[in-house]
């Protein structure tokens, strides 16, 4: 947990959730495990609001309790990871994703999810029927049937998955009586790590659910609203067999997608778009054969490859063969041949795939900030590991005054290190190698650490900026109630415009101004976000092999 | 040690010159005395933003959901957030903000049970009665929470007469002794004050009951009255 983390981190909270819960996050952040008289004691906040604020905490996922270390008797003890809270800045996508796979139901779905960090099935399915028909015309309504198997959809692909049931501190049964029991939830005795989802066999079941009805929607006339008001009582006493049973969206098949995404496009920007169909075609093959950790997907036959392009791709086999061909040469090593039966057993390279991707990012970086010369020293040193400083300008081409200039600039950068070689075991400094060097994971990890430092100068700057701009804010959002109200209640033109009138036109430029900077910062973050989820999972790759 | 400093030692570095390729003559940057500079200038400008229709809908539902988070009960606020100017309209704004904040119940049982937060009792009160059962509610509730010195004080202020004085006396040393109040209680008791309060319209002090005031103007005859 570096400084810049826990600051995003902290951010993030704020925005969020309050500062109230900032300031119990980033303390239990910062100091690991604790329970929850330690966390009173030191941040000072009252103990009705700390206990607020982690019950916000557990229930978004960030905060996770265990009974104490000391044996049985000891207070819970409470310890939040930085991890789950950077993965906020994530959401717009997982959203974006949601919508572009399983349309505005999904959408929706996922929304609610993120929002309330985990709910009942039936919950959710009733919160996105009421707003699905909110948005739809008069005396139309989204049937909840629908929503369920949008709903379904999402955990059969692994989108959404079960909060696992507590195990250790309290003995609890996460089934209710209605429910299906699965067949016993293991009482394990506490265990030091919390049990990740995935380690529960029924993870991914869906419990019968009872659920009849369509969604409802808020009208403004009396005589539906008090009908409704009776309706609505007896619906939400009902229970729907499936109390206890907590859903949660599942980052990591998200994240899975993403990778999946970033390699065919840029299997898409260097070949061209038939290979990335085909790419696509092997990854959509070995999404459920594949472990999220795996090296390289299961091998594939040609054969196979070729019956499973989709119909519009009708290209003839001899053609198939020649862009596998081509794909095995390319120099980024998507793809590998693997044998020779069944016409050729070709992988996809997971973590080659993602090394370099992630070498291209940190090329660019080198490029934007210090020239493409600077960038030119950097991809030798990738590719030839140790140079000494001659070697450089040979085999860079460029003027030996330049390439000093260039090598110490980016060595005081810390992109690039010096490697000292010794002649002597006395390592005299006249009789020592001096070799440049770049080594490609710290270095991953040293712009990762920038990266999450910028986006928590974006969210300061935004903060900063609303926070100047407070009282003209809050002056137009009263007008625009007003307005709206107005509008309501059918006033005349004239009357719309004195209301208008009140903003002056300074004041809306300043405003214009004040919302241009925003989304600026706000689609920045956007952004910075897509490199760290390139880095992450380089650097998460890397971690698994080793 | 001693043949280091004075001119000899000018340019002694720890390694060799020759081989990291500074040779005699060149001229070194000078040497930095102060940290470099908070925003240095940049030789190279930052490439602009992808801007699409996917990066707009991204930008949409990011400050979407900022704003939905900003209205659920999950968002805790010490206290109201207060406006630059108090308005008037704020009395009645406070108690909305804290009703969404009690309507959430998270699952109790996959939270520990020392997080349950029991509910203050609530509902509208006008009789003194009924005030002061639940002051004596909210004292068994706060009795949990503060120190005995405080519990004496408390029990000693409601054995008094239950006049209005003792009962701002009690309200006002329990502001004194908590850090933060909860938003609820805070925002009942104030309500309670000034409702109590708003059933008389004058402070009681100015209020005169005119015993005096017939006294006073028979005595001095010689004032003119105006």
């Given at each position: 947990m570096t400084a810049q983390e826990v600051r995003l981190c902290g951010l993030l909270l704020r925005e969020h959730f309050g500062e109230v819960v900032e300031k119990v996050g980033t303390h239990l952040l910062k100091g690991g495990a604790q329970n929850l008289r330690t966390i009173i004691h030191e941040t000072g906040i009252s103990l009705d609001l700390v206990k607020k604020s982690l019950c916000v905490l557990v229930q978004h996922g960030a905060c996770v309790f265990r009974s104490g270390r000391k044996g049985a008797g000891s207070p819970t003890e409470y310890q939040t990871c930085c991890d789950r809270i950077l993965r906020i800045l994530r959401y717009p996508r997982y959203i974006y994703t949601a919508k572009t796979l399983y349309g505005d139901t999904g959408e929706l779905i996922i929304e609610e999810l993120l929002q309330r960090g985990h709910m009942t099935m039936s919950g959710t399915i009733k919160t996105v029927a009421d707003r699905l028909t909110q948005n739809m015309e008069e005396g139309r309504s989204m049937d909840y049937s629908e929503v369920s198997s949008a709903f379904f959809r999402l955990v059969e692909t692994h989108f959404l998955q079960r909060c696992p049931p507590l195990a250790g501190a309290e003995p609890k049964d996460s089934a209710t009586p209605a429910a299906p029991a699965p067949p016993g939830t293991p009482a394990a005795p506490v265990s030091t790590a919390p049990p990740t989802p995935e380690s529960f066999p029924d993870c991914y079941k869906v419990p019968h659910v009872t659920l009849v009805g369509r969604g409802k929607r808020q009208l403004a006339s009396e005589d539906g609203e008090d009908q409704r008001n009776a309706k609505k009582a007896k619906m939400d006493s009902q229970t729907h067999g499936d109390e206890g049973i907590c859903w949660q969206v599942n980052f990591e098949r998200f994240h899975l997608h993403f990778r999946d995404q970033a390699i065919i496009s840029a299997v898409a920007n260097k070949l061209d778009q038939t290979s990335s169909e085909i790419v696509r075609t092997m990854l959509r093959m070995s999404e459920v054969t594949t472990s999220p950790t795996a090296t390289c997907t299961k091998p594939l036959s040609a054969n196979e490859i070729f019956r499973s392009l989709p119909t519009s791709y009708n290209i003839p086999r001899p053609i198939l063969d020649q862009y596998l061909t081509l794909l095995i040469d390319d120099p980024m090593e998507f793809v590998g041949k693997a044998g020779e039966s069944g016409g050729g057993m070709y992988v996809v390279n997971m973590h080659r795939a993602l090394a370099n991707l992630a070498r291209a990012t940190l090329e660019s970086v080198v490029q934007e900030r210090f020239g493409s010369r600077s960038a030119r020293i950097f991809r030798l040193l990738l590719r030839k590991r140790h140079l000494e400083q001659k070697q450089v300008e040979d085999f860079a081409m460029i003027p030996a005054k330049e390439a000093k200039d260039m090598l110490y600039t980016l060595l005081s950068q810390n992109l690039v290190q010096l490697q000292e070689i010794p002649k002597?075991?006395?390592?005299a400094p006249s009789r020592t190698f001096y070799l440049y060097t770049v080594n490609q994971l710290p270095t991953a990890r040293m712009l990762l650490q920038n990266c999450y430092k910028t986006v928590a100068n974006l969210v300061e700057r935004r903060l900063f900026e609303s926070k100047e701009s407070k009282r003209l804010l809050e002056k137009s959002q009263r007008i625009e109630a007003i307005l709206a109200s107005l509008q309501a209640s059918g006033a005349e033109p004239e009357q719309l415009t004195e209301v208008e009138e009140m903003i002056t036109a300074p004041e809306k430029q300043q405003l214009e101004a004040l919302r241009l900077h925003i989304n600026k910062l706000d689609s920045a973050e956007n952004q910075v976000d897509e490199t760290i989820f390139l880095l992450e999972s380089y650097i998460n790759s890397t971690a698994s092999t080793s | 040690m001693a043949g280091r400093g004075g001119g000899r030692g000018r340019r002694m570095m720890t390694f060799s010159v020759e081989a990291v390729g500074i040779t005699r003559g060149d001229s070194l940057p000078p040497s930095i005395q102060q940290p470099t500079p908070l925003f240095p200038v940049m030789e190279q400008k930052p490439l602009p933003l992808t801007a699409g229709e996917e990066e707009e809908y991204l930008l949409a539902l990011k400050q979407e959901f900022r704003g939905a988070m900003k209205s659920l009960p999950c968002f805790i606020q010490p206290t109201a957030a207060h406006r630059d100017v108090e308005r008037y309209s704020d009395k009645y704004h406070s108690s909305e903000q804290t009703e969404a904040l009690t309507d959430w119940t998270p699952d109790w049982k996959r939270l520990p049970k020392e997080l349950r937060v029991k509910k203050p009792p609530r509902g509208g009160v006008s009789a003194a009665v009924s005030r002061s059962d639940k002051l004596q509610s909210g004292q068994k509730k706060k009795k949990v929470k503060e120190k005995e010195e405080v519990l004496l004080k408390l029990e000693t202020l409601q054995k008094k007469e239950e006049g209005q004085s003792s009962e701002d006396e009690e309200e006002e040393g329990e502001e004194k002794k908590k850090k933060q109040e909860e938003e609820e209680a805070e925002g009942e008791e104030e309500y309670d004050e000034e409702e109590f309060e708003e059933e008389t319209d004058y402070v009681m002090s100015y209020f005169d009951n005119g015993e005096e005031f017939g006294g006073d103007s028979d005595d001095n005859m010689d004032e003119a009255i105006y």
């Open positions: 002597t075991p006395d390592y | -």
